[in-house]
């Protein structure tokens, strides 16, 4: 993980359920678990609150 990512507190893994392991590294756009080394990538809808 970078210096800019910091813990998610609260949150839970949900491949290993372990609780506040979870980091957002909002950098490489990157969820990571630290116990099991799961992660998710986080993907935006640029379009998302746009009216026609």
Same mark, same amino acid.
């Given at each position: ?5 910091h813990? +998610? ?9 372990? %609780?506040?392991?979870?980091?957002? $590294?909002?950098? *490489?756009? +990157? ?9 998710? %990538?986080?993907?935006?809808?640029? $379009?998302?609150? *746009?009216?026609?």
């Amino acid at each position: 993980m970078t210096g800019l990512a910091h813990c +998610l507190d609260g949150l839970r893994c949900s491949t290993c359920l372990t %609780l506040n392991v979870l980091w957002l $590294d909002p950098v *490489r756009a +990157l969820v990571e678990c630290t116990e099991c080394g799961q992660s998710a %990538l986080i993907i935006t809808d640029p $379009d998302e609150g *746009r009216t026609a």
